[in-house]
């Protein structure tokens, strides 16, 4: 593929086979014995940890998200709930299928567990057999989901995320980039003349020099917070949070040289003999550490006051950039002054 899937970039998981022994599973329960069945049962697993009591889960999950959870009922303090709700919160556990490990008897007490994203329930004493059919069901099950989700918010052509998990991942980055103060960039991305690319070289040859640019796109979202997507057409984008101006500017500046170096032939362009692209650069917060560029509007920085905003910016940037003779980076800094069609900065 052009770049890692599509789910790794959203949130998701890997889709892996339920046999596949790189599953990773994680038991928490304060019995040992019980600790002890549930490991010897699930032995065809090669990535199997175990907890005792919820913070020590929390370090678990934090360290490596497990693809299904085996949480005992019966902590102690009654904290089993608590510690399912703790976990279900956490946005890379979401999906994670949930099953609770139990000796209780209690219709009101599995109902909460089911309310709170339980999805199944496995009563002590333990039969091992009935545990491993239940975890290879539901790893099964979360397989098929984790494909319908990747395969619903990736571009069949490229292989990157398409324009619906761009829409998701840029509302997501902007909450998130609300509650922590950092910045976010984005870079919109076009192939310079691409009409006359394919009525050049025929269509067929057009969607092979589009897979070209995909494999630059993705390759230069190098983080797994990165999402790098199709826009639509010949366009592109990459979302990078926690990256002020100057970050989102190299990056562009990379991508740039990268397509450059492919030299994909282009004999109808007057900027290259190989295919180009312009780029546009809008951020969040990035007039702070932008001093090294030089505004033509000083006191006129534009504002994004949403994920909306952040998108028209960088489609301004694109637009200024290609005005300016293509091949080239463009900056749309976004940090103080409401008027949208101001402040349009360049490299």
């Known amino acids: 593929g052009v770049a890692r899937p599509v789910a790794d970039r959203l949130g998701g998981t890997m889709t892996k086979h339920a046999g596949d022994a790189e599953f990773s599973l994680l038991i928490v329960d304060d019995d040992p014995s019980a600790l002890q069945i549930l490991r010897r049962t699930l032995a ?20 490596r998200a497990p693809d299904l959870i085996l949480l005992g009922a019966e ?22 299928p949930i099953i609770f490990v139990t000796a209780r008897d209690d219709v009101q007490f599995e109902a909460r567990a089911l309310e709170l994203g339980v999805v199944d329930f496995l009563s002590k004493p333990i039969s091992p057999p009935r545990v491993r059919l239940r975890v290879r069901l539901h790893l099964e099950l979360k397989g098929n989901k984790d494909r319908l989700r990747t395969l619903s918010a990736t571009d069949a052509l490229t292989r990157l995320a398409n324009r619906s998990a761009l829409d998701e991942a840029l509302a997501r980055e902007w909450l998130r980039s609300d509650r922590s103060d950092q910045p976010l960039s984005m870079l ?26 995909a494999r630059a796109v993705g390759q230069s979202a190098r983080r797994p917070t990165d999402i790098a997507a199709r826009f639509g057409g010949e366009e592109f984008a990459i979302l990078l949070p926690e990256t002020a101006v ?21 004999r109808a362009s007057n900027v290259a003999s190989h295919v180009t692209v312009s780029i546009g650069v809008s951020c969040r ?23 909306r905003d952040l998108i028209e ?25 409401p008027q949208l069609d101001q402040g349009i900065w360049s490299t």
Do not use: M, W
């Open 188 to 213: 919109l991305v076009d192939v310079d003349l691409f009409k006359e690319f394919k009525d050049t070289y025929g269509h067929p040859i057009g969607d092979e020099c589009l897979k070209v640019v």
């Open 44 to 63: 065809n697993y090669s990535h199997v940890r175990s907890a005792t009591n919820g913070p020590e889960a929390a370090r678990l999950v934090r360290e």
């Open 285 to 307: 917060d990035g007039a702070r550490d932008a001093r090294h560029l030089r505004p033509r509007h000083v006191d006129e920085l534009p504002v994004a006051r949403s994920p």
């Open 313 to 337: 910016l960088a489609n301004r940037a694109l637009y200024a950039a290609k005005q300016r003779g293509r091949n080239r980076v463009e900056v749309g800094s976004v940090d103080q002054v």
């Open 75 to 96: 902590l102690p303090g009654g904290h089993s709930l608590r510690v399912c709700q703790e976990l279900r919160a956490q946005e890379t556990l979401r999906e994670v």
């Open 246 to 266: 100057a970050g989102a500017c190299a990056v562009a500046d990379r991508l740039r040289e990268t397509v450059a170096r492919a030299s994909v032939p282009h």
